[in-house]
């Protein structure tokens, strides 16, 4: 059976159910992270379960939301999470180390792995090929415990890309082209995954931006393959031994389909009150 992306990295972490659009599946859960503004619930729903370590590959916890310190609750609940990382074996990210979704996808991310952030731009970690899911507080302690993660099966959106950037467009203008086609609607319930021979002129900085963006679609995740600029990107992190490539199938299907020419763009602006309201 021919697979895309998306399919790929599914099948490889199905624990239950079958890829059918529309029915319940559960998937293996390889990472996490949480940052303050949710993570302070989520460790004390895991703490609530008596567990004594995390059962993820990798679990982080980002001190980067609510970082004033006029009065005693946001140092009071730094405080707790960096305990709960040193008892519990999560890595802990100080205030000033970076926003959450940006420094996971520098130091962490990995081709093929899945991602649960409680954070709704975890999606960010699709630039590197991952499965990298935005949800609740509950959903991270849980696959912190080392539980499936349970969700309808997506549908998955093919994004055709050709062509290259002309002057003055930029990653965020490609993604204002899809919302304002889709709507802030329109990716509800699918997996966007670009491919096609366009995506080999996107940088992984450009990938990041597309994927981080997919939360306005209100898409379950961003997808992207796994390819020489990965390599690339990897290779200046210092991480490249994690690199793996991971493509579609060539004559992978899609449940819906997309097609940008990357030459004909051009730039664009969201303007109130909503990211599709696009000119």
Not at 61 to 73: E, F, G
Request: glycine share 10%.
């Amino acid at each position: 059976m021919s697979l895309n992306v998306a399919q790929k990295l599914i099948a490889s972490h199905l624990v239950s159910g079958e890829m059918k659009p529309g029915t319940e599946i559960a998937i293996r859960i390889d990472q996490t992270f949480t940052q303050d503004a949710t993570g302070t619930l989520a460790y004390l729903e895991f703490e609530a379960m008596d567990i004594p370590r995390v059962r993820t590959e990798l679990s982080v916890s980002y001190v980067d939301h609510n970082l004033l310190q006029t009065d005693y609750r946001n140092a009071d609940d730094h405080q707790f999470l960096q305990s709960c990382a040193a008892k519990y074996g999560a890595v802990f990210s100080r205030p000033g180390n970076g926003v959450s979704h940006q420094v996971h996808l520098e130091r962490f991310c990995i081709p093929g792995k899945t991602l649960l952030g409680s954070d709704s731009h975890t999606c960010t970690g699709g630039a590197l090929g991952m499965l990298a899911i935005g949800v609740g507080g509950m959903d991270v302690a849980m696959a912190m415990a080392g539980e499936p993660f349970s969700l309808i099966m997506p549908r998955v959106m093919g994004v055709k890309l050709e062509g290259k950037f002309p002057p003055w467009v930029s990653a965020k203008d490609l993604i204002l082209e899809m919302l304002r086609r889709h709507t802030v609607k329109g990716g509800v319930g699918k997996i966007i995954e670009y491919y096609g021979s366009g995506v080999a002129n996107l940088s992984v900085g450009d990938r990041a931006n597309i994927a981080n963006m997919g939360a306005e679609l209100g898409a379950t995740t961003t997808v992207f393959p796994s390819d020489a600029n990965t390599r690339k990107y990897l290779f200046a992190q210092g991480r490249e031994d994690v690199w793996t490539e991971i493509a579609a199938d060539p004559d992978a299907r899609y449940d819906e389909e997309d097609y940008i020419d990357l030459s004909k763009l051009e730039p664009l602006i969201a303007c109130p009150v909503s990211p599709d309201n696009v000119v």
